[in-house]
């Protein structure tokens, strides 16, 4: 479904970035295994990765409707605190996933139904829940940090399946599950139909409001899922700091992905690579030594130059899809014409 | 009436987008004092033959000369100042500001750096008032009628520019009345000595109005004639590079005397909606063509979004085939076999972004639901089927429907209904904005579709079309059904008497 | 200072006023910034035990993080005319207006754990940390415990910016800095959270040869340091003997660290700002004594060997 070569200024990036991380430290590329476990740079930037990773896949399909979803930090530090309380409590961890994943579902469908049926703007509704939901969460801690020695939950945050992390694992099949859902069934195309355009669809007798429903829900599920991760692998519900500002890189992105804010065409798939592009380059500055203060700056820098050359990129990709182009290949590529507005809408 | 030197010429302009050839070689020029109608079917190149003379895109050969002087437009902007404005089909002005601000915003008078209001009003009124236009200048500019709305974009663009003044289909969106007085106010500009550039599709707007006509085709000129010396016919075949197709004809006798069939019927009683339409009962039998005539606001469109389960009725009952039935929703009236191609293509038709392909197969897999997913190869077969039997012209079925003509993508949002294999078609203003080409064929179409038991619900305001292929005309007149014309009765004279029965009161529900 | 002078008098009058007042009558109103760490939590029930203790009609008020609140809290508090005003201020600015009022209305004010950009005749007295200070009592304690050997440290710093990551950095390469065995080789921030500390000790643990390049680590709260310890076991090294842990706050959660062998010291920033806040009040009530303008609380040094289990026991009850 993604050509190669749509995905092309992503992986150059992801390329250029893994470069750059092997010139500042050699040993990037080394594995080894730890007590069952891989162990090395690139294993860090997918663990890492995992739960923003796991927030694009929510985060995508919300976009892919024309929508946003602010509130998924938020709703990971509820469902963290949520996990850890439960388990500090004594209760079985089957009955604490759940919680959590109950928690994450209801907060989506709470996004949902201020979207779909009040017609809020997405931004507007989900903010609520962004401000209100760190305040449920330090309600639930009680404003402190819940540390919990409970086996079965920290082998989520910290445990390898086949020598793989945990959270790697997770994203991994909820990528391909979601990947299956959105394009085995017509749900993909039903979200970027109303995404695009929400009064067609209508009209053309889509359940517009439904699939909202659908997309909100989905993305508290993985917001539920990416807080659980979190809060295992730090032994403890951090109320206050847990998924802080994750919302922002989620969308980061699934911009970076090439999944336009405007909503209508997505790509799963290219959302994680996106996270994993913004965790390559996390992992990168703390292996280089710079100072902290550099921090943000280098990160504003290189995501500057990865929608450049997206935005490049695809303002030439539409000269192969029109007649004459392979014709006349002098022809300049780039020009005004509309397709070159695609191109725009990320930025 | 029209000589002299142009105010503005085009010589020799060429211009392509990634190798497509889109302007080839294309003179034009505006001289004082006259309206100049630019024709041709979609995808002549009027656009962008437009967009090269106001500067939104810069030609890759020839000269743009103003009064003899050649000039290179560098935006909009400059446009305007070298005195070219432009009011498109779509108004670009900001429904949320007031009207004086939108007439004056970026120049807005100033007293102690703050806008000055009062004075803004006063200069918008008297402005207005040469258009006689006596409106509330500090209401919002979304409150008016698209009619306002469309002479206000054009007493800006004229106070703008005031030499030169382009408008790309300004009459798509207004009723008669409406378009008799923006056309009297066109006169008294071309009077004033501006150059006016008309881009139409009603041929009997150009005749009323033009002096001269330029068509285009394919990006090429076929050529520009005073149009008092060309004859309707002539114009067409310049239009189609082909002469005008009898399709609309042969059918016409038979389908007036054909009975109304008796067989499976669809029918409405006493249906309605408070501050919509008033209940009415419809029954459309299969095969037939109920034709719905009246001016613009007189419940047309309200009728299509009742039937279509847009609008939820407050009163009245259905039955499909004798059975009861409801349609509360457009996903009700899909599962139950109806459809509906809306007036305004852009935001209620098309799904932009998406191909042609998912365009085409979008309804037929909702009905479906989202389980069951229509493979892509399904999807692109069932496209080119349609594509090949409705002429859509599209260079792939891959292609985003946004890079489509407006005729064509009408006609993917038809076929998007025909895929569904709909027993109830409602087709609203389905010629709208389309050129002559595409016309005819919507309409033979139209008359096909009938043949094969369909049946229709065509809601326009062109009287000789309907007439054409309906076998009852309902008349709607103050947002309720009116009357209904059957059989002989049917002539564009009828129509025009029934609406226009008690048209003095109707103009103010049409205006509201 | 005439003003002060004046406050001086006139809380004088008010006390004789009062007739025989004791401090065992005193009411003092407390403006605390929220809940937004275990650490405030703490403090805020140390002061309320505190005034239980000596028997202070404490009046509470949480603002929530935010300044307009923390305003309303004391007009409140001057409105009720109480007899002295806690608050640990969110901000330091934009507190002239509000504590004129209380300078005019001769309540007294002391600032708990931050100070503020204001005039210094508008408040009594400042209780805080010295956070260089808390700094230097890690770095010493690096320095007394390696001797003469080599030991390369890495840094997990504050927030970037944040007073404390610019303090505690500065303490603790003060204590360094005369010892040439032991420099600080990485050093990044970890933003004081768990996941963050943990995060930024895995890329170090890789860039310094799998963590054999680490003698020690130093980390600018506690909150970081557990994060990285257990970054430092999934590396296959052990946390505490492998690589030294040093922090500082003293939170619950620490202690465990330490009884558990992984972690070797960490410095308190005591949540007791209100014990010293009160005898300095109780003080002034009696004689008219006035405070030094800053109290500076104890950076108290704790290590494996003060039992921290009985310690966490201890702060695990003060709601951390």
Known sequence: MISLRRAAPQLIALAVILFLNWLAFPGFFNIRIQDGRLFGSVVDVFNRGAPVMILAIGMTMVIASRGVDLSVGAVMAMAGATAATMTVAGYPLVAVLAAALVVGLLCGLLNGILVAFLDLQPIVATLILMVAGRGIAQLVTEGFIVTFNEPGLIFFGTGSFLGIPMPVVIAAVLGVLAILLVRRTALGLLIEAVGVNRSASTYAGLNSRVLLLFVYTFSGFCAALAGIIATADIRGADANNAGLWLELDAILAVVIGGTSLLGGRFSILMSMLGAIIIQAMNTGILLSGFPPEYNLIVKAAVIIMILLAQSLSLAGAGAFFRPGAKAKPQEPLRSSDPSANKAQNPA | MSTGEALVSAEKIIKSFLGLRVLDGVDFSVRPGEIHALLGENGAGKSTLIKILTGVHQPDGGTIRLRGTPVTVRDTGHAQELGVGTVYQEVNLLPNLSVAENLFIGRQPMRWGLVHRSEMEKRAKALLAQYDIDIDVSADLGRFSVAVQQLVAIARAVDLSGSVLILDEPTASLDRAEVETLFAILRRLRDRGMGIVFITHFLDQVYALCDRITVLRNGKLVGTREAAELPQVELVSMMLGRALAEATHGAEAERRSAPPSSGKRIEFSHYGRARSVAPFDLSIGAGEVVGVAGLLGSGRTETARLLFGLDAPDSGSLTIDGKPAKVLSPRAAVQLGFALCPEDRKTDGIVGDLSVRENIALALQARRGWLRRMPSREQAELADRFVKALDIRTSDIEKPVKFLSGGNQQKVVLARWLATNPRLLILDEPTRGIDVGAHAEIIALINRLCEEGLSLVVISSEIEEITAYSTRIRILRDREHRGELTGAEISPDNIMRAIAAQASASNEGASA | ?320
């Not at chain 3, 300044?67 to 004391?74: G, R």
């Not at chain 3, 970037?160 to 990485?186: M, Q, V």
Request: with cysteine; charged share 25%.
């Open chain 3, 1 to 320: 200072m005439r003003h002060f002078t004046r406050l001086l008098l006139g809380v004088a009058a008010g006390t004789l006023m009062a007739g025989a007042a004791s401090a065992a009558d005193l009411t003092v109103g407390f403006s605390q910034i929220g809940s937004e760490s275990g650490w405030r939590a703490a403090e805020t029930s140390v002061t309320k035990q505190e005034a239980e203790k000596r028997k202070v009609d404490l009046k509470f008020a949480d603002a929530q993080q935010k300044q307009e609140n923390q305003i309303k809290a004391l007009r409140g508090f001057i409105a009720q005319g109480v007899d002295a005003i806690f608050i640990a201020p969110v901000v330091e600015t934009g507190w002239d207006t509000v504590l004129q009022e209380a300078k005019d209305a001769e309540i007294p004010v002391i600032l708990l754990d931050r100070g503020v950009k204001a005039s210094p005749d508008l408040y009594m007295t400042v209780v805080a940390s010295d956070q260089v200070h808390e700094g230097k009592v890690a770095g010493d304690w690096l320095v007394k415990d390696v001797g003469d050997k080599t030991c390369n440290v890495v840094e997990l710093q504050g927030t970037t910016g944040s007073s404390p990551a610019i303090n505690r950095k500065k303490g603790f390469e003060d204590a360094i800095a005369s010892h040439a065995n032991i420099k600080i080789t990485r050093s990044q921030t970890g933003d004081f959270t768990r996941a963050k500390g943990k995060e930024v000790m895995e890329g170090f643990l890789k860039a310094e040869n799998g963590g054999k390049n680490i003698c020690a680590l130093y980390a600018h709260n506690d909150d970081m340091a557990v994060g990285a310890i257990q970054a430092i076991k999934e590396a296959g090294l052990k946390p505490g003997t492998d690589i030294k842990v040093v922090s500082i706050d003293a939170v619950p959660d620490i202690f465990q660290a330490m009884a558990a062998g992984e972690a070797n010291a960490t410095v308190e920033l005591t949540p007791n700002m209100a014990g010293p806040a009160f005898d300095a009040l109780e003080k002034f009530k009696a004689d008219g004594t006035l405070p030094p303008k800053q109290i500076i609380t104890e950076s108290k040094l704790y290590t494996q060997a003060d039992d921290p289990m009985k310690v966490y026991e201890e702060k695990k009850g003060l709601g951390y």
